[in-house]
C-alpha cells in the first residue's frame, strides 16, 4: 500500500472527523481564507494541495493562489492534482501495461531496480472495449461474440492476467462484466476515498475521455491520454493551470416525454456554443435537486463533448441513495454525508458560487432531439429530423460527385416524397426474401454502452417501446442490424424481473455483449448482402446509436451519416427503418390489422417507466453481479500467463510487443535543438479528432497495416481491431492518420491515409507510413499544419504515440484540444500555434514548403520561450506560439517524454 503523504500542514487544516465508532483524518477547507466561495470542483482540488503539500512541487502559496482564486483571470497560475486513484480501459490500458513492463526492463538496463515501476496509486482496468458486435439478432449472440472476442484476444489478456499478479496496486475487470465508466458509477467510485487512515475526495484520471461520466456522482476525474495515466499510476502529480469555472444553472423539472439524452444533447449544444474547453463545468440551482443521479452521470460523460475537463454535480440526497442503491456499505455512506457536509462539499439548491462564467436551463425547455450526421454538438430536433436529413444527405452524395464515383445530385435525382436524392436498390436476402434501400436507410440501430445503459429511465422506455411495438404486431426492418450493449449485467437482471427481455428479442436488440462497441468501431459487419448493395451503389446510410461519439467513419466503414439518440429513440428508428421518415409524424409500420402505427402509439407514459423502474432494479442486483468482480469467468481463470517481475516478450505476437521508446537512452537528457529542414507530412483543415489521427476500427488488407499482418501470417478474418492490436506499435504506427475520412490538402483528391512523398521524384502520393519512413531514413523531420480544435474528442494516447513515431516532430495548429496538446508533449512533440487570427491558408502555405523553426534551444535554459521562429524555403515566416504551458510540461519536454522523465525521477530516487 502506498505510504500516506505528510503533509506540510501550514494552514494547521489537519484535523479528525468521526463517523460512528469510525475516526478520519481529514484536512480542513476553512482553515484556507477564501474557501467557502470557491465552486465545489475547486473546493476538492483546494483540499488536494492541504494534504500533499510538500514544500516543494505543493507550498503554501499554491494553496494561497487557490484559495485567492479570480475566477474572471485567465489561467495563469500551474498547481500539481494528485488524483486519488487511475482508471483505464483495456484498448489504453494494454499499452499502459506495456509501458510499465518496458520501463522495468529500461531501469533494470540503466541500472536501477525494476520493482520501483509499480503503480503507487491504486489502478483499476476494465477490459470493455474489445467486444466486437460481430453476431446478432439472436438468442446466442452474447455467448458467440464473447467466444470470439477470447480468441482474438488471448494474446492481450494473458499479458493483463499477468500484470494483475506482477504489479502491486493493479486490478482487472475482466471481460464481459461491463463498460468501465459504468462498473466506475457502479462499484469502483468511493466518492470519498479512505487510505492510510486519511478521509478525502475521491478523484481520478481515466484512460478514455469519457471518464468525465463519474462527476455525476460527484467525483473529480476526467480523461487523459495513456502517457499521463502512467505518470499518474508511478506517483507523478499531473500539472496543471487553475482552471476557469463555468456554472451551469439548472432550473425546472424535464416534461414527460423527454429524456435524459435529449437533456444532453441540448446541453451540449449549448457549451460547444459558449466555448468550455479547458474549463471546468459545475452544476448548480434548484434544478440539480430534481436531476436523478442516472441523468447526472449522463451529463458528466458527454463532458468531452462539449470540450470541457470536467463536468461535476455536488453531493446531496440523491447521491447517497444512489449509493445505497449499488451496494455501497452504510459506514461508507455515512462518512460520504458526513465529510461532505463538513468540508462545504455538499449541495445548496441555493447557493451562487463565484463563477467564472455563468449559463442558465429551464429543463421544462427541453424538448427531443437527437444529433448528427457527424458531431454531438450538432442537435436536432426530432421534429425537424427528417427534414435536416433532406438537406445534409445532399453533402455525401455531392462530396461522392467530386471524388468521380457514381452519385445522384439533388439536380439530377428522382426525388422521394420529401425531395431526398434517391437511388433505389433490391437486397436479397440470405432466405431468398427481397427489400429495397435507398440513401437515408437505417442500417445499424444500437443501444450501446457508455452514456445511456447506466440510466435505467431511458433503457426502460427503450423496452417498453420494443413491448408495445411487438404486441402491435411491428418488428424491425430487415436491413438494419440491431445491437443491445449494456453497460452491466445490472441491466439484464432488471430487463429479466420486469419481464422485458424477449420484447426486446423479438424486435432483434438481442444481448450483444457487455462493453463499448458501436461507438467505438466496434459495430461489426453489415451483412453481406447490405454492405455489397451499399458499396456497389455508393448509398449513403445511416447509423442511429445511443451513444456519444458520431464521428464520421467511426461508427461502420460502410456507413457515411451517424446520429445521436435515446435509446427509445434507436429503437423506434430500427422500426421506421430510415432517416427519410418523419418518426413524429408518420407511420413507423402498420399492426396486425393493417392499421398505421406511429411513435405516439408506443411511446410509454412517465408512470409506466417510474413504475418498472420502482419494482424492478434493487440493491440485491448490484450485490450479485459485483461480489467477486475481478476474479472473472471459468475461461479468464484458465489462461495460462508467465510469472516474474519481468514479462516474457514473445517475438511472434502480433498483440504485444516491446515498444522503442527507451532505445538508447541515457541517464543524462539531450539538449533540446532546432528543428531545421522539416517537410509537411499533412495539411489538414478544422475539427480533426483524435479518431482521425488514431488507429480505430476495422483493419482492411490493402493498407500498410494489413499488409504487415498479411506478411506475419495472420489471416484476414483474423485481423481484429486496431484498438484490440494497441499493444503493438508496428501496427499502430500503420494505422496512424489512415481514417477512412481524414483529407490531407496536400495529396487532394485522396481520403484516408495518404501524402506525398518528397523524397521521391515527382513527389508522387504514398501512404503516409511508406512516406515516414522514407522521410527517416534521409533524416528528415516531419511537421503536421492544422487548423482548429486539432485533437479533439477521446483522450487517444496513440494520436500522439504514432505521431512522434512517424517522425513528427513539431504540430503547427490554429487551436487544440487540451488532452491532444498534452500528449504530444508527453510524447516529445512540439505543439505550436499560429499567430492570433493567422492560418496556413492566411500566410499561404501550401504543405509543399521546407520548414526550420529556431528559438526551441531556450528550453535549455530553463526557460519556456513565448514563441518561435518559423521560416520556409518559400520565404514565409511567422513567429509561432509554444503551447507548453506549464514547467511541468517543459520538463517532460526536455527529457523528450513523460516516460523518460518519470524513469529518470524513479532510477534517481
Avoid at 533540446?672 to 483524435?690: E, F, H, N, P, Q
Avoid at 480544435?789 to 512517424?806: C, F, H, I, N, V
Avoid at 523528450?896 to 518519470?902: C, L
Wanted: aromatic letters at 8%; charged letters at 20%.
Amino acid at each position: 500500500m502506498k505510504e500516506t503523504v505528510v503533509s506540510a500542514n501550514s494552514f494547521d487544516a489537519r484535523s479528525t472527523l468521526q463517523v460512528g465508532d469510525e475516526s478520519y483524518e481529514i484536512f480542513r477547507l476553512d482553515k484556507v481564507e477564501g474557501a467557502a466561495r470557491l465552486p465545489y470542483s475547486l473546493k476538492v482540488l483546494l483540499e488536494n494541495l492541504l494534504r500533499t503539500e510538500d514544500g516543494a512541487n505543493i507550498t503554501a502559496d499554491h494553496i494561497r493562489a487557490l484559495g485567492g482564486w479570480d475566477s474572471q483571470a485567465q489561467p495563469s497560475q500551474e498547481i500539481q492534482f494528485t488524483p486519488a486513484r487511475v482508471i483505464m480501459q483495456d484498448f489504453t490500458g494494454v499499452p499502459c501495461v506495456v509501458d510499465l513492463a518496458t520501463m522495468r526492463e529500461a531501469v533494470k538496463e540503466l541500472g536501477g531496480d525494476p520493482a520501483k515501476i509499480n503503480p503507487l496509486a491504486p489502478a483499476e482496468l476494465v477490459i470493455d472495449h474489445s467486444v466486437i458486435a460481430d453476431k446478432f439478432g439472436t438468442k446466442d449472440a452474447f455467448g458467440q461474440n464473447v467466444e470470439l472476442e477470447y480468441g482474438r484476444n488471448k494474446e492481450r489478456y494473458q499479458f493483463l492476467r499477468w500484470g494483475q499478479t506482477a504489479f502491486d496496486e493493479f486490478k482487472v475487470v475482466p471481460p464481459g462484466t461491463g463498460i468501465v465508466h459504468q462498473v466506475n458509477i457502479e462499484h469502483l467510485a468511493r466518492t470519498v476515498m479512505v487510505r492510510g487512515g486519511q478521509a478525502y475526495p475521491d478523484t481520478l484520471v481515466g484512460t478514455d475521455s469519457h471518464t468525465t461520466m463519474v462527476n455525476g456522482l460527484g467525483v473529480l476525474g476526467w480523461g487523459v491520454g495513456g502517457i499521463e495515466a502512467e505518470a499518474a499510476m508511478l506517483g507523478q502529480p499531473v500539472s496543471m493551470l487553475i482552471p476557469r469555472v463555468v456554472g451551469f444553472k439548472l432550473t425546472g423539472e424535464l416534461k414527460p416525454g423527454t429524456t435524459a439524452t435529449d437533456l444532453v444533447l441540448t446541453i451540449t449544444e449549448m457549451l460547444r456554443k459558449h466555448g468550455v474547453v479547458g474549463k471546468f463545468v459545475e452544476f448548480y440551482g434548484e434544478g440539480v435537486a430534481a436531476t436523478s443521479l442516472a441523468n447526472r452521470a449522463t451529463i458528466g460523460n458527454m463532458s468531452p463533448e462539449f470540450g470541457s475537463t470536467a463536468a461535476i454535480f455536488p453531493i446531496d440526497d440523491e447521491t447517497l441513495s444512489y449509493l445505497r442503491l449499488t451496494g455501497r456499505d452504510a459506514q461508507q455512506v455515512a462518512l460520504v454525508e458526513a465529510y461532505a457536509k463538513e468540508q462545504g462539499l455538499w449541495l445548496d439548491p441555493a447557493a451562487e458560487p463565484d463563477f467564472s462564467e455563468k449559463l442558465e436551463l429551464d429543463l421544462s425547455t427541453v424538448v427531443p432531439s437527437i444529433a448528427g450526421p457527424k458531431r454531438p454538438q450538432d442537435r436536432i430536433v426530432l421534429a425537424n429530423a427528417a427534414e435536416q436529413f433532406a438537406v445534409d444527405v445532399r453533402n455525401y452524395v455531392a462530396d461522392d460527385e467530386e471524388a468521380g464515383k457514381e452519385s445522384f445530385p439533388a439536380s439530377d435525382a428522382p426525388a422521394s416524397a420529401n425531395g431526398v436524392p434517391t437511388n433505389p436498390v433490391t437486397v436479397t436476402a440470405p432466405d431468398g426474401s427481397t427489400y429495397e434501400i435507398d440513401h437515408g436507410a437505417v442500417t445499424v440501430a444500437a443501444i450501446t454502452s457508455c452514456t445511456n445503459t447506466s440510466n435505467p429511465y431511458v433503457m426502460v422506455a427503450a423496452a417498453l417501446v420494443a413491448k408495445k411495438a411487438v404486441e402491435k404486431g411491428l418488428t424491425r426492418k430487415p436491413w438494419v442490424k440491431t445491437t443491445l450493449a449494456p453497460g452491466s449485467k445490472v441491466v439484464t437482471d432488471y430487463f429479466d424481473k420486469a419481464g422485458l427481455t424477449p420484447y426486446l428479442d423479438k424486435v432483434g436488440f438481442n444481448l450483444v455483449g457487455y462493453g463499448c462497441t458501436t461507438c467505438i468501431g466496434n459495430s461489426g459487419p453489415l451483412p453481406e448482402e447490405v454492405s455489397k448493395a451499399v458499396n456497389d451503389h455508393d448509398l449513403a446510410v445511416t447509423s442511429v446509436l445511443s451513444g456519444n461519439r458520431n464521428f464520421e467513419g467511426r461508427i461502420n466503414p460502410d456507413v457515411k451519416m451517424n446520429y445521436l439518440a435515446s435509446p427509445p429513440l434507436v429503437v423506434a428508428y430500427a422500426l421506421a427503418g430510415s432517416m427519410k421518415v418523419n418518426i413524429t409524424e408518420d407511420a413507423l409500420g402498420t399492426d396486425t390489422e393493417g392499421n398505421p402505427v406511429f411513435l405516439k402509439d408506443i411511446w410509454p407514459t412517465e408512470a409506466e417507466v417510474n413504475d418498472v423502474v420502482a419494482n424492478a432494479i434493487g440493491e440485491d442486483m448490484f450485490n450479485k453481479s459485483y461480489q467477486d468482480v475481478f476474479a472473472g469467468d471459468a475461461q479468464w481463470q484458465a489462461l495460462p500467463i508467465p510469472t516474474g517481475n519481468t514479462f516474457e516478450w514473445d517475438a511472434e505476437s502480433t498483440y504485444v510487443r516491446k515498444p522503442p521508446y527507451f532505445e538508447g537512452m541515457t541517464m543524462e537528457t539531450t539538449p533540446v535543438s532546432d528543428i531545421s529542414g522539416a517537410r509537411v507530412l499533412a495539411k489538414l483543415g478544422d475539427s480533426v479528432t483524435t479518431d482521425h489521427i488514431s488507429p480505430a476500427g476495422a483493419i482492411k488488407a490493402d493498407t500498410p497495416a494489413g499488409q504487415y499482418l498479411t506478411e506475419h501470417g495472420v489471416e484476414r478474418r483474423d485481423f481484429n481491431s486496431y484498438g484490440s492490436r494497441r499493444g503493438n506499435h508496428e501496427v499502430m504506427i500503420r494505422g496512424t492518420f489512415a481514417n477512412i475520412r481524414l483529407r490531407n490538402q496536400i495529396a487532394p483528391g485522396t481520403e484516408g491515409g495518404f501524402t506525398r512523398d518528397f523524397t521521391q521524384d515527382g513527389a508522387p502520393v504514398s501512404f503516409i507510413y511508406d512516406a515516414s519512413q522514407n522521410y527517416q531514413a534521409a533524416g528528415t523531420p516531419l511537421v503536421i499544419l492544422a487548423g482548429k480544435e486539432y485533437g479533439s474528442g477521446s483522450s487517444r494516447d496513440w494520436a500522439a504515440k504514432g505521431t512522434a513515431l512517424l517522425g513528427v516532430k513539431a504540430v503547427i495548429a490554429e487551436s487544440y484540444e487540451r488532452i491532444h496538446r498534452s500528449n504530444l508533449i508527453g510524447m516529445g512533440v512540439l505543439p505550436l500555434q499560429f499567430p492570433e487570427g493567422a492560418s496556413a491558408e492566411s500566410l499561404g502555405l501550401t504543405g509543399e514548403e521546407t520548414f526550420s523553426f529556431s528559438g526551441v534551444t531556450e528550453l535549455n535554459d530553463g526557460t519556456t520561450p513565448r514563441t518561435v521562429k518559423v521560416t520556409t524555403d518559400s520565404g514565409v515566416e511567422f513567429d509561432a506560439v509554444v503551447r507548453i504551458d506549464t514547467p511541468g510540461e517543459a520538463d517532460y519536454y526536455r527529457n523528450g517524454g513523460i516516460m523518460q522523465y518519470v524513469l529518470r525521477s524513479l532510477i534517481r530516487k
